[in-house]
């Protein structure tokens, strides 16, 4: 089956530093991958959607200087949380559309990342 | 108003009980309906798929009213390895196009 990976799964890192966050569709090619971060007791949230080739889309409030997105090939995208805070700690999820599957209801979600910032 | 409103639980039930899960969204141009389970601490997986005319799937039933823009999960006979979060799961066509809005969940513990 499809298989989405995310690296890494968890990091602990200091305020003001920056932290990338990668993710791979590793048995597909994914023209589309979606950024999702969930708070604790709350549910995901989409902040982002990653297209290949092109720019990504912010949801309304998701600031994109400070989420950063590249998605420079079919099966990887990367999210770095730019100068990150405290208010940044938590859970963040991709998940990825196989290109070869009609649709966009078919997405595959990576294990998560968990971000703890000092 | 929340796009898709579900009851946070939690349910707390004992094996064997059946438990049911009602899930509402407020768009009307949704188009395609979920439930994911998520673990503590994992990503959500998908449960199923929610047809308008129902669908099962063993121990799972779902069932969509487009007209009241209502989704439910039945579960059957629970298991205790079915204690999970249930995300009630729509994604929206036009604008939101391939965008899937979750809902908060609903806690459900399984007991001996």
């Known amino acids: 089956g499809a298989v989405v990976s995310q690296h890494p799964s968890w990091v602990i890192c200091k305020s003001g530093t920056s932290v990338k966050i990668e993710c791979r569709s590793l048995d597909f090619q994914a023209t589309t991958m979606f950024w999702y971060r969930q708070f604790p007791k709350q549910s995901l949230m989409l902040m982002a959607t990653?297209?290949?080739?092109?720019?990504?889309?912010?949801e309304q409030g998701v600031e994109k200087d400070k989420f950063l997105i590249n998605h420079a090939s079919l099966t990887l995208s990367t999210l770095t949380v730019t100068s990150a805070h405290p208010e940044d700690s938590s859970f963040y999820i991709c998940?990825?559309?196989?290109?070869?599957?009609?649709?966009?209801?078919?997405?595959?979600f990576g294990p998560g990342t968990r971000l703890t910032v000092l | 108003r929340k796009e898709v409103e579900q009851d946070p639980g939690p349910f707390n039930v004992p094996e064997g009980a059946t438990v049911a899960f009602n899930c509402t969204y407020s768009n009307s141009a949704s188009q395609s309906f979920f439930w994911y389970r998520q673990d503590c601490r994992k990503e959500p997986k998908l449960l199923m798929s929610v047809y308008s005319s129902g669908n099962e799937d063993g121990r799972f039933t779902a069932q969509l009213n487009r007209a009241s823009q209502y989704i439910s999960l039945l579960i059957r006979d629970s298991k205790l390895s079915d204690s999970a979060t249930y995300l009630c799961?729509?994604?929206?066509?036009?604008?939101?196009?391939?965008?899937?809005?979750f809902g908060q969940g609903t806690i459900l513990t399984v007991h001996p």
């Open positions: 799961v729509v994604n929206a066509r036009g604008t939101s196009y391939g965008k899937l809005t």
């Open positions: 998940s990825a559309r196989d290109r070869k599957v009609a649709g966009l209801d078919t997405q595959y």
């Open positions: 990653s297209n290949e080739g092109s720019k990504a889309t912010y």
